[in-house]
Nanobody
Framework: QVQLVESGGGLVQAGGPLRLSCVAS????????MGWFRQAPGNGREFVSA????????YFADSVKGRLTISRDNAKNTVYLQMNSLKPEDTAIYYC??????????????????WGQGTQVTVSS
């Protein structure tokens, strides 16, 4: 079993940065693919970014490409989502997710069995 805890959310002005963190416990993350998703009120859970267990491959939704960076520190069992040039439409609850994997990354919510509780990101215009 893997427990995930996100942090780093908050209120930021449009154009500003935020860095989200996702700390895992229960299992080492070194063999787990990781993903970030978000959910705005009234919407379904939307893919944001994903990375392989090593961090060597990353993938981003078109809506965030060029503004967000995903990274991981397996020694700290932590995955980060650096968000720059934030827009009001980025406002959502952000979730990290994990799954045991063989070097692939995954973009579907149903691909991940383990989820954090989410952290709120609010971008004001």
């Amino acid at each position: 079993q893997v427990q995930l805890v996100e942090s780093g959310g908050g209120l930021v002005q449009a154009g500003g940065p935020l860095r989200l963190s996702c700390v895992a416990s229960g299992r080492t993350l070194s063999s787990f693919a990781m993903g970030w998703f978000r959910q705005a009120p009234g919407n379904g859970r939307e893919f944001v970014s994903a990375t392989t267990w090593s961090g060597s491959r990353t993938y981003f939704a078109d809506s965030v490409k060029g503004r967000l960076t995903i990274s991981r520190d397996n020694a700290k069992n932590t995955v980060y989502l650096q968000m720059n040039s934030l827009k009001p439409e980025d406002t959502a609850i952000y979730y990290c997710a994990s799954r045991n994997a063989d070097g692939r990354y995954f973009t579907g919510p149903d691909d991940y069995p383990y989820w954090g509780q989410g952290t709120q990101v609010t971008v004001s215009s």
